[in-house]
């Protein structure tokens, strides 16, 4: 896709833009925000592992400005996605166009913004559709403050008709980026596993869709049982684990080209498969006579390194984004619980103290943070922890929440959640980080596995 | 129909007539050639020896049933494994409990009688517990069970290990009743080489 990022205002924009910022973040004191203004983006994210009741931020999106029917459409479109993207991150409430006072003609002039106080919007997003070929049109929007009458953002898109979906999902990202100084998520995808039939009977196929649900595709042909499948954090590569054969092992699955390839055939089951920061080694669980190690492989040469030598389980191993520590699951101390080592093996400490078992953990990409599964007391939940096991939160609960995944800029967690019974469904479900903002995502039918791929490119 | 009616009335009428005999004039019956039958030679034939008396064994069972499976088939190595060739296992457990050995030992006895069998031994896991744990879990039960057939002779190149995880239940009840049928180790019997 061709496009053209194009910034219309840039001076007043930082000043204006932490007005905002303090209304998504309202922990944010005065002496807070002069100190921002002059630290890097990173001192930013920290705001959002704060718990803290958040008063989204009103936004009015009205229908992009268009001349022709087929712009008008694409123009209805393209705000409905930005609508919908920015209310399901939870930080957004968009207004309902009813209640909009002015209808602009022009986006290349300033708004009425006392119309647009008086509906109580913080932000506006005016946005403009033009034509300039049949394989050719221009996606243009400003956002405003509102409150401070200034623009926060210009961006003019060029792309092809049919990359609408795919444009309106990158100006929700700008718009995202913009409002709260982190990277937005929303022009990214979930792949997952498809699930059919009852507990007892289930067919799990390995499928991909954007991460609101639309475009939904199966990957693989055949009805081999599939499971766990993970992305590349830096390519448009997953790697899982298939019974093709009757053999379980980890493949590698390029979704550009559809190339797959076993990785390594080993006398017993490999399975756990995560690849690292770069991309260049995979790091994966080893069944020999019973016993369950780590290895990591160089995918270059192909040649694995033994990580554990444990006899008890060794399982589900995550790599930190600088790739110098691994966290993983093992019952070594009785039950399962995290543990955290150098990526040579060394130094292994074991982090969950608290009630219940651990599983499944995984590294944010941030870096600073470790979701996890715990069960107590008959239920699971998904959690999250500082890297050395303080600050320990749960975040959700029910009959069986397992297998967290992050979403590419670390903000949100997404899982899948189990129902009881053997009817009982499986479903994705997301919660920020913060505690909130729990939904289900929508899936084409029962779903479980998900594993958000990073930004597109 | 009318036709065979008048037929049928026909018919009566003329064995109606047959009951009542005409007289019949009485003859003399030819007298009978006799002649005398041709001497046989007389074959003296070996006494027969006695038979052996042999006493039955006893009878230690009742006769075969014919619902019970061929002897050798799969059928028949569920059937002597007591129903279904699984063991089962105590919550978060791999190790074999008193009565999954004696399962087990029934399990070797009958691959040695068949040494042309082999056995994928599927490892399983309830839905308490996550995936990958459960897969790693399933891998150990799976094992516990290879173990142990070998222990009883089973030479291992006769054995495979698969682990399903928490994959494949075979109990849907959410209870302690269902998640523990679900918790086993699975010999899946193939009477050729192991796949």
Partial sequence: ?457 | MKHYLMGGAALLSLSACATKPDPVPEMTAPAPVVQAPAPVPEIVEPTPPPPVVQQLPPVVQSAPDPNLPTPGSIEDFAYQSGGEPRVFFGYDQFDLSPEARDVLRRQANWMQIYPDSTAVIEGHADERGTREYNLALGARRADSVQAFLISQGISPNRLRTISYGKERPIDGRPSETGWARNRNGYTNLRLGGVS
Avoid: C
Wanted: net charge neutral; hydrophobic share 35%.
């Fill in chain 1, 1 to 457: 896709m061709e496009r053209t990022y194009l910034e219309f205002a840039s001076a007043i924009v930082k000043t204006a833009s932490m007005t905002l910022i303090t209304r998504i973040f309202p922990l944010l004191a005065g002496w807070l925000l002069a100190l921002l203004l002059s630290l890097p983006a990173q001192a930013q994210l920290e705001i959002d592992i704060t718990k803290g009741n958040l008063d989204p931020v009103q936004i009015a999106v009205p229908d992009f400005l268009a001349t022709t029917q087929s712009e008008r459409d694409f123009g209805r479109q393209i705000a409905d996605v930005i609508r919908a993207d920015l209310e399901r991150s939870g930080l957004f409430k968009p207004l309902d166009p009813a209640s909009f006072l002015e209808t602009q003609t022009n986006i290349d002039y300033k708004p009425t913004f006392a119309d647009w106080r008086v509906i109580k919007a913080d932000a506006l997003v005016s946005g403009r559709i033009k034509t300039e070929s049949a394989s050719r049109i221009l996606v243009e929007f400003r956002l405003w403050d509102v409150f401070a009458g200034e623009q926060l953002k210009g961006v003019r898109f060029a792309t092809t008709p049919d990359n609408w979906r795919r444009t309106a999902h990158k100006a929700s990202d700008a718009i995202y980026e913009a409002l709260t100084g982190e990277s937005g998520y929303f022009d990214s995808r979930i792949v997952f596993i498809d699930e059919r039939g009852p507990k007892t009977n289930k067919t799990k196929r390995l499928a991909i869709m954007d991460q609101d649900g639309e475009n939904p595709v199966y990957l693989l042909g055949g009805s081999d049982l599939v499971l766990t499948p993970r992305f590349s954090p830096n390519s448009q590569t997953i790697v899982y684990m298939s019974y093709e054969n009757n053999r379980p092992n980890v493949y590698l699955l390029d979704i550009e080209t559809g190339r797959r390839e076993l990785l390594g055939d080993f006398p017993g089951m490999t399975y756990a498969p995560h690849l690292s920061p770069d991309g260049k080694s995979l790091i994966l669980t080893m069944e020999r006579r019973g016993n369950n190690d780590i290895y990591v492989m160089d995918l270059t040469s192909r040649s694995t390194t033994r990580l554990t030598t444990d006899p008890a389980i060794d399982v589900s191993a995550s790599y930190s984004p600088d790739e110098k520590k691994i966290v993983f699951n093992s019952d070594r101390g009785g039950s399962p619980q995290l543990y955290t080592m150098d990526a040579d093996g060394k130094n292994v400490r074991r982090i969950s103290f608290g009630k219940g078992r651990y599983s499944a953990p995984i590294w944010s990409p941030r870096g600073d943070k470790i979701a996890f599964a715990r069960s107590s007391g008959g239920k699971f939940g998904i959690g999250v922890m500082d890297v050395d096991g303080k600050n320990e939160r749960i975040l959700t609960e029910s009959y069986l929440d397992e297998s967290p995944t992050w979403s590419p800029n670390g903000r949100v967690i997404i899982f899948s959640r189990e129902y009881k019974g053997v009817e009982g469904r499986s479903e994705v479900w997301s919660i920020d980080l913060t505690g909130q903002n729990l939904r289900r995502v929508e899936t084409p039918g029962m779903a479980s596995d998900p594993a958000w791929s990073p930004l597109l490119p």
